[in-house]
Every structure is written in structure tokens, then in C-alpha cells.
């Protein structure tokens, strides 16, 4: 493929990457071996696989937080990761553009006012109240926690928490959303939800 239609693809896609290695034990060993992969705007895309075959770690790269031990990765348009070297400054950029929630919802509730929690991403970015307060409405309106807005999300369900950190997603409006198992503590009714 020529440099120009490299170009051109790239500035449609929220995620290239390109030879993509990744290593949990110095290279004994590779979760991922020269993955090359390219995510269009407005593209869903399900990753499957076994445990234990670099889903997560896949994720997470995605994410934006971590980084290969070698290959080319761009996220939302800024050049992230090239060879064996990390842009700090353009995996911050990146990040503002991504949504992201994992397994383990618990590991990413922080508050204990549901309301804070989904505020959290909106506050950092410093979104004018008005604005922050109709996102967290949507977003609790969209995963069915409006009633529990002041209720504290540590004390609740495994797939209450996980609903509160969907809602904390989707209120930051991301360009690119990353979800690692987002059904796995949701009952039938809400999985449906989440499709």
C-alpha cells in the first residue's frame, strides 16, 4: 500500500495499529505477535478468543493504556506508539477521546455518589455544569440508574457498579469506546441494554 492510501486510511480511523508485539515476560513469550488491525469511525468491532489470548492486554493498548513493546499505534488520530517508543503528550491527547470500562467495574468506581462518579471524567475536562449535569442524566437514563443518583456505588451489585461505569462512559461522549466483557455481572434483561 502506497504512503498517500496509508494516509487516507488513517485519517478516517480511530485505531491503526501496525506489527503490534506485546510481551508480559520480556519477549519469552507474546500475548501479541505483529497484530495489524484498523477500526473506522463509527465501526463496531468485537475482538474473540479464548482466556488468556490477549483480549485484555489488546484492550487496554486500545485504550490507551498501555503500550506494546514494538510496532505503530494511532489513536483518534494521534500517532501514539511508533517502533519502540511512546508519545506521552499524544497518548494525553488520545485519552481525552476515549471511553473505556473493563472487567472489574469496582476498579473504576471512585466516588460513593453515583452522580460524582459518572461526573468524574466531565469534571476533569472542566465540561460547564449544565452540560455535565444533562450528560449524567442521559447517561443514567441509558443504563437504568436513574434512581440510584445519589445512591452509593461501592455498596451496590457487581452489575450495578457496572452499569454506573457504562454511564461514566457514555456521559464523556468518546469518540472511540473500548468495552473489555461490559455484560459479564449484567443479568439477561440489561445485556440487552448494552447490544
Not at 505483529?34 to 474473540?48: K, P
Not at 476515549?98 to 472489574?104: R, Y
Request: with cysteine; aromatic share 6%.
Amino acid at each position: 500500500m502506497n504512503e498517500a492510501k496509508k494516509h487516507m486510511i488513517e485519517n478516517n480511523a480511530q485505531v491503526v495499529l501496525r506489527n503490534v508485539c506485546f510481551s508480559y515476560d520480556d519477549g519469552k513469550t507474546w500475548t501479541l505477535n505483529n497484530l495489524s488491525l484498523t477500526i473506522n469511525a463509527g465501526e463496531r468491532v468485537a475482538i474473540v478468543g479464548l482466556n488468556g489470548s490477549g483480549k485484555s492486554t489488546l484492550a487496554k493498548i486500545i485504550a490507551g493504556l498501555t503500550a506494546p513493546d514494538s510496532g505503530y499505534v494511532t489513536l483518534c488520530g494521534e500517532k501514539v506508539f511508533e517502533n519502540t517508543t511512546a508519545c506521552a503528550e499524544s497518548y494525553k491527547k488520545a485519552r481525552k477521546y476515549i471511553g473505556a470500562l473493563f472487567q472489574s467495574p469496582e476498579d473504576q468506581i471512585i466516588t460513593t455518589i453515583t452522580e460524582e462518579d459518572v461526573a468524574f471524567g466531565l469534571e476533569n475536562l472542566q465540561f460547564p455544569r449544565k452540560t455535565m449535569y444533562k450528560r449524567i442524566s442521559e447517561a443514567l437514563k441509558t443504563v437504568h440508574m436513574e434512581d440510584k443518583r445519589y445512591d452509593d456505588p461501592s455498596t451496590m451489585s457487581g452489575g450495578q457498579q457496572q452499569r454506573v461505569a457504562l454511564a461514566s462512559a457514555i456521559a464523556m461522549n468518546s469518540k472511540l469506546l473500548v468495552l473489555d466483557e461490559p455484560t459479564s455481572m449484567l443479568d439477561s434483561f440489561a445485556r440487552k441494554d448494552v447490544d
